[in-house]
Structures are given as structure tokens and as C-alpha cells.
């Protein structure tokens, strides 16, 4: 009989699973990914070699870089032909349905198998860029197989190949939020890989528990803020306004964290370089200003509960000065995210078993 007497609504503080992928220390403000520091790694390591590591460390067999790069090219052609040969998935309104529809097309099976999953990650990058490009009425572009990941998809969404500092910027953000932990859209990943099901039914899942707003879908918002105050002297007042009319500050507050996410200066820092690097002045200084503003207003009215800048409020920064369009964020965090969905589905595969928490029964008994 199970317990029902204690709930942890929301599973706050419960522990699932072990893990080798990462680790968050919320009191410390750290982020390990399979054994280094978030920075250290973002700073020094492409998209696909990131990939590698979690895979690896997720249960898969080591790939060489360029037999995994090839893969990744392989990807984004194969999920460029999906595309031809359905372009109505493109047509859909929000790029997250877009996103699940292209990617339920896909075929899989339940294998760990790098090439599998550099296949499935290759083509979320395809699958946005080319949801931009018909919603600004271009036509569909094919990849460039012999480009890196981050280049091609700029490439691909702006018809013209990036710059080197802005294709790294884009392996810094894609690096930085591969992975963290339990978070929603991972447990989902978690749950499906759980019941046996297939690799792209886990990752389905989890691009619908990304979409929310609570979770990847607040760096639009904090764009639109920004905008919305203009600049640092409106910053007070837009805020006070918008807590005292019950809304939430997007980019603010985190489960976990109790400090600044650690993410945000990872973000800061690449703006910097974007900028030393001779690109034209980001929004970062209006957003320091808005950030210590809306930190002072919300520790006023939660005294008791920290709420500091997570990884969305930079998110939105350092890809506006990336030139991606903010319809693309939450697709973008997916492009991302799916490197660490899928190291978890191995583990899961190869350590867990069937998850199936209990609830406690309020309704009424039969007479
Ligand atoms: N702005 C205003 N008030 C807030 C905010 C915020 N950003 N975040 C929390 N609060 C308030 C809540 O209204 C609540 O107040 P109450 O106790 O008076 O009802 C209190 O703080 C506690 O809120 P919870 O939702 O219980 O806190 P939790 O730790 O579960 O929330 C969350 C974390 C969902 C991220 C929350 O801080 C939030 O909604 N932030 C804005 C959305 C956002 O930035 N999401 C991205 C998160 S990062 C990521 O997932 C990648």
C-alpha cells in the first residue's frame, strides 16, 4: 500500500533517478555537464562535441568528431528532404507544433546508437530554420553538409554563412542549455523512454513540456519587455506595474536556484565577446537595468523566496544579438536541449525502470 499521506505537489525535492549528465547545485549557482563546469565547457567546445560528451556519458558509444560531424550533415539533408515531401507541417502557426509535427514524421526505434541521435538533433535545427523561412513567405533552404551545426542553421535561416564569432556565439547557447538536470521537458523524455516507447515519441513529449511558458517559452516574453520599457529609467515603474497587476516578470525566478542562474553570465559573457568581436551594440546594458530592477521589486513583495535572472532573460539577449527572430526562441532552447533529452533517454534505457508515481485519491466512493 502506497503512502499518500505526504505530497509533494509539483515533486519539489524528490529524487528519481541518478545521473551522470548533470548536476545544478541551486544554492552555489553551479552547472556541471558530465563532469565539467557549464563555462568552462561552453567556452571551449562546439555543438557536436558537446553532443558527444553526453551521449558518451549517457550510455552510447564514443563517436569520432568527424564521423559525428558527417552524421550531423547527413541529419540535416535527410530532415531537409521531410520537409519537401511534407510541407505542410511548416504551415502551422506556432514553430513548437511545427517543431513536434516535423519531428513525430521522423522514424525511430529504442536504440542508444550516437548516429541515431545526432540524426534526430540535426533535424530539430532544420526543422526551425525552415518554420522561419516560410513564415516570412522564403522559400524552403537545403543545409550545407559540410558546415558545422551552428553555421549551417544560421545560414540556413538568414541566406547568408555567419560570422565565426556569431556561429560560436550560437555553440555557446546551444552548449550552455544542452542540459540541466531534471527539468520538465527531461522528466518528460524520462517518463516516455520509461514505458519503452521509441526515441522521437521521448523527445515529442518533451518539445510539448518545453512550449509551456514556465518553462522554454519565457524568452519571447522577456524580449517583448524589454522592448515594452525601452529604456533603463522605465524600468521601475513597467515593473511595479505589471507585479502589482498579477503578472509574472518573464526571465525571473527558477525551481532551483536560489542565486543567479549561472547560465545568464555564461550569456553576458559571450554578448561581450559578440561585441568586442566588432558586432553592433546588443540590448545588454538595457537589460542589466531592467534585471537589477525587477530582482529589487520581487524581493520586496517575496522576501522568502529568491527570485533572480534564470537562463531565459539572457537567452533573449544573446540570440537578438545573434539576429534570431524571438519567434524562434523556444525552438532554438529545443534545437539545444535535445542533446541532453537524449542522453537522458539512454540512461533512462539502460538504468531505470518504468516510472509511475502514486496520487491520493479525493474524489467520491461508491455508495
Ligand atoms: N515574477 C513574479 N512573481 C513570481 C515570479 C516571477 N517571475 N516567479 C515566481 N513568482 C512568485 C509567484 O507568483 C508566487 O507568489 P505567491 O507565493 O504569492 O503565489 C511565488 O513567487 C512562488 O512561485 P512558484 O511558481 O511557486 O515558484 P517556482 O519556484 O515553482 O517557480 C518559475 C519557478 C515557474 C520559473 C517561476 O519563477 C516563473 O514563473 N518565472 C517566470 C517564467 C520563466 O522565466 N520561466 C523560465 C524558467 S527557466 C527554464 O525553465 C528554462
Redesign the pocket.
Known amino acids: 500500500m502506497v503512502d499518500t499521506a505526504v505530497i509533494s505537489n509539483?515533486l519539489?525535492g524528490i529524487v528519481v533517478a541518478e545521473t551522470r549528465i548533470s548536476e545544478v547545485d541551486g544554492a552555489k549557482g553551479k552547472l556541471i555537464i558530465c563532469g565539467h563546469d557549464s563555462e568552462e565547457l561552453a567556452f571551449n567546445s562546439t555543438f557536436e562535441q558537446t553532443c558527444a560528451l553526453l551521449w558518451t556519458t549517457g550510455g552510447s558509444e564514443p563517436a569520432s568528431e568527424a564521423a559525428l560531424e558527417e552524421k550531423f550533415g547527413e541529419g540535416r539533408l535527410e530532415a531537409y528532404e521531410l520537409l519537401k515531401k511534407n510541407p505542410f507541417v511548416l504551415r502551422q502557426n506556432h514553430p513548437m507544433d511545427a517543431l513536434r509535427s516535423a519531428s513525430s514524421l521522423m522514424s525511430s526505434g529504442t536504440q542508444i546508437d550516437w548516429a541515431e541521435y545526432a540524426r534526430i538533433t540535426a533535424a530539430q535545427a532544420v526543422f526551425a530554420a525552415n518554420w522561419s523561412r516560410v513564415h516570412r513567405g522564403l522559400e524552403l533552404k537545403s543545409p550545407d553538409a559540410g558546415l558545422s551545426h551552428s553555421a549551417d542553421f544560421l545560414r540556413l535561416l538568414n541566406d547568408k554563412t555567419p560570422s565565426k564569432a556569431d556561429s560560436d556565439a550560437l555553440d555557446i547557447y546551444w552548449t550552455t542549455?544542452s542540459d540541466?538536470a531534471l527539468?520538465?521537458s527531461t522528466f518528460t523524455a524520462r517518463v516516455v523512454a520509461s514505458t519503452e516507447s521509441d526515441n522521437i515519441s521521448a523527445i515529442v513529449a518533451a518539445i510539448g513540456a518545453l512550449k509551456g511558458?514556465?518553462?522554454?517559452?519565457?524568452p519571447g516574453p522577456?524580449l517583448e519587455m524589454l522592448n515594452a520599457i525601452g529604456k533603463p529609467e522605465n524600468a521601475e515603474s513597467w515593473i511595479r506595474n505589471s507585479?502589482d497587476s498579477g503578472?509574472?516578470?518573464?526571465?525571473?525566478?527558477?525551481?532551483i536556484y536560489k542565486v543567479r542562474?549561472p547560465r545568464a553570465a555564461i550569456f553576458e559573457k559571450a554578448i561581450r565577446q559578440l561585441e568586442a568581436s566588432g558586432a553592433p551594440a546588443s540590448r545588454l546594458s538595457l537589460a542589466r537595468a531592467v534585471e537589477s530592477q525587477?530582482e529589487k521589486i520581487?524581493a520586496e513583495?517575496?522576501p522568502d523566496?529568491p527570485?533572480k535572472a534564470?537562463?531565459?532573460?539572457y537567452t533573449a539577449v544573446l540570440l537578438d544579438a545573434i539576429h534570431i527572430p524571438d519567434h524562434l526562441f523556444s525552438s532554438m532552447?529545443a534545437a539545444g536541449r535535445v542533446g541532453g533529452w537524449l542522453a537522458h533517454i539512454a540512461e533512462q534505457r539502460l538504468h531505470g525502470r518504468l516510472i509511475r508515481p502514486a496520487s491520493r485519491y479525493t474524489g467520491p466512493m461508491p455508495r
Request: aromatic share 6%; no cysteine.
Open positions: 509539483g519539489d542549455i540541466h527539468n520538465a511558458p514556465l518553462h522554454g517559452g519565457a522577456v507585479i503578472k509574472r516578470i518573464m526571465g525571473m525566478g527558477h525551481r542562474d525587477a520581487l513583495k517575496h523566496h527570485l534564470n537562463v531565459e532573460f532552447f
